[in-house]
T-cell receptor, first 115, second 112 residues
Framework: DGGITQSPKYLFRKEGQNVTLSCEQN?????MYWYRQDPGQGLRLIYY???????QKGDIAEGYSVSREKKESFPLTVTSAQKNPTAFYLC??????????????FGPGTRLTVL | AQSVTQLDSQVPVFEEAPVELRCNYS??????LFWYVQYPNQGLQLLLK??????LVKGINGFEAEFNKSQTSFHLRKPSVHISDTAEYFC??????????FGTGTQLKVEL
């Protein structure tokens, strides 16, 4: 069954700790994305990658880091530099590279709570 | 640059009544438009998309949307809603070659 998996579904961390969110896709998509969702603010783009070993900052990249060593995987690290990390994080992928005109497919999300 | 405005943050409606969720966009280039649905604590699922061609687009679950270039709108409609349609709905736009920009979402609450 093709799709995008994110783990864990819920994550609790103490303030000041780095944490890594997993995103894996078996859709053979070139492009992958990380979004942050806060109530009433829609989705905001954190980072995106259109090809292995390359990624670009989105609108709110400060305090986050990513890697893209494999086509299937795009992990997101929330660092201690992120001022307000509690949020719902969504990973997505799309079959296009170099363009945005094709739909993005979303994973089920990870809810991160920093205590 | 592009932007999306969803005018209503919440829309309550009775079951079997029609509903319209409004979406307006701005862009300096030709656009592709999308509506996504999000059920509680889940990811987004594509309802429908407009890339080109007919301005009336039909999607899943009985939803449809009409692209109106002159009014820069892409409103989502359903003639008769069901309790299971209760969810948050997001409109999104891309200029093709630019990032996907999302609206702030409209919470549809279907009541018995």
């Amino acid at each position: 069954d093709g799709g995008i998996t994110q783990s864990p579904k819920y994550l609790f961390r103490k303030e000041g700790q780095n944490v890594t969110l997993s995103c894996e896709q078996n859709l053979n998509h070139d492009a992958m994305y990380w979004y942050r969702q806060d109530p009433g603010q829609g989705l905001r783009l954190i980072y995106y990658s259109q090809i292995v070993n390359d990624f670009q900052k989105g609108d709110i990249a400060e305090g986050y880091s990513v890697s893209r060593e494999k086509k299937e995987s795009f992990p997101l690290t929330v660092t201690s530099a992120q001022k307000n990390p509690t949020a719902f994080y969504l990973c997505a992928s799309s079959p296009t590279s170099g363009g945005w005109g094709i739909e993005q497919f979303f994973g089920p999300g990870t809810r991160l709570t920093v205590l | 640059a592009q932007s999306v405005t969803q005018l209503d943050s919440q829309v309550p409606v009775f079951e079997e009544a029609p509903v319209e969720l409004r979406c307006n966009y701005s862009s300096s280039v030709s656009v592709y438009l999308f509506w996504y649905v999000q059920y509680p604590n889940q990811g987004l699922q594509l309802l429908l998309k407009y890339l080109s061609g007919s301005t009336l687009v039909k999607g899943i679950n009985g939803f449809e949307a009409e692209f109106n270039k002159s009014q820069t709108s892409f409103h989502l409609r359903k003639p008769s809603v069901h309790i299971s349609d209760t969810a948050e709905y997001f409109c999104a736009v891309t200029g093709g070659g630019n990032k996907l920009t999302f609206g702030t979402g409209t919470q549809l609450k279907v009541e018995l």
